[in-house]
């Protein structure tokens, strides 16, 4: 079956610094979704990726789909205390049903 | 957030004993989920439907049952719990977007589920 790969699992962080999580599905997907989850909250829909190559920005979020549409990373800049949270991607091969990563959990120190 | 309520949200039990998680969504999405979470898994897919009364298994389904006998309501069942169901259950729906199989997911609050 499809198996979505994620890392690192943590990442701690300096208010200010740089961040990124890495995904890699074993199959080819159709489409890459972002999600993040706040500490004891529920996961939230940040974004799908869907074209070969494609990157897509929002504020200090970016994010990235591989050219053989099989990778994906999240990159955050100058991270804010705000942005704590564990983020998953979900990779879809087209039937509704999305495999999750195991999530990157990003801690910033202030 | 798609108008998704999850309940109990918290419930403690004993091994042995059936318990059944309700999901209510407002919005007659076709698709809905139930995944469980634990520390180092992420979300595990545990049933999924797309339709009344259509169902099917997931990655982690043994031990689970659900139904679905109306659009708006997606149960699961432990028949009978056991200490390794302890986890946070969340059910989602998938708001379809045009016709291109785009969709993007919306999640419920979350139920912690305590089995001792």
């Known amino acids: 079956g499809q198996q979505v790969m994620q890392i690192p699992q943590y990442q701690h962080v300096q208010e200010g610094e740089d961040f990124t999580t890495y995904c890699n599905s074993s199959?080819?997907?159709?489409?890459i979704q972002w999600y993040k989850q706040r500490p004891g909250g529920h996961p939230v829909f940040l974004i799908q990726l869907v074209k070969s190559g494609e990157v897509k920005k929002q504020k200090r979020l970016t994010f990235q789909f591989g050219e053989a549409k099989k990778n994906s990373s999240l990159h955050i800049t100058a991270t804010q205390t705000t942005d704590v949270g564990t983020y998953f991607c979900a990779g879809e091969g087209g039937s509704y049903i999305p495999t999750f990563g195991r999530g990157t959990s990003l801690i910033v120190h202030p | 957030d798609a108008g998704i309520t999850q309940s109990p949200r918290h419930k403690v039990t004993e091994t042995g004993t059936p318990v059944t998680l309700r999901c209510h969504q407002t919005e007659n999405h076709r698709y809905m989920y139930w995944y469980r979470q634990d520390p180092g898994h992420g979300l595990r897919l545990i049933h999924y439907s797309y339709g009344v009364k259509d169902t099917d298994k997931g990655e982690v389904s043994d031990g689970y049952s659900v139904s679905r006998s109306k659009t708006e309501d997606f149960l699961l069942t432990l028949e009978s719990a056991t200490s390794s169901q302890t986890s946070v259950y969340f059910c989602?729906?998938?708001?379809?977007?045009?016709?291109?199989?785009?969709?993007?997911?919306?999640f419920g609050p979350g139920t912690r589920l305590t089995v001792l």
């Open positions: 199959t080819t997907l159709s489409n």
């Open positions: 989602a729906i998938s708001r379809l977007k045009g016709a291109g199989g785009l969709s993007e997911q919306f």
